[in-house]
């Protein structure tokens, strides 16, 4: 979980390093821990999952890839 710099937003993301991740599961905890973090406030929250392999999903929610994040790091 992190906060954006003026406060808001909240990410609330998780890591998966396996071949093959359960992402509608996996959003789903998330939009769970989100309803219940204390204190949300009028806040945007974002949730985002980071995958070792790309994963096809009918989410709008954000997945990255190690690649996208080491491209990211590369600007």
Do not use: Y
Not at 6 to 17: I, R
Not at 50 to 71: G, I, M, N, R, Y
Request: proline share 4%; charged share 25%; net charge positive.
């Amino acid at each position: 979980m992190a906060e954006s710099i003026d406060g808001d937003a909240l990410l609330f993301g998780e890591a998966k390093w396996v071949n093959k991740t359960n992402l509608p599961r996996i959003m789903n905890t998330l939009e769970k821990q989100a309803e219940n973090f204390p204190k949300l406030g009028n806040r945007k929250i974002v949730l985002a999952a980071w995958c070792k392999q790309s994963q096809l999903h009918s989410s709008e929610k954000p997945v990255f890839t190690a690649s996208d994040v080491l491209a990211a790091l590369k600007k």
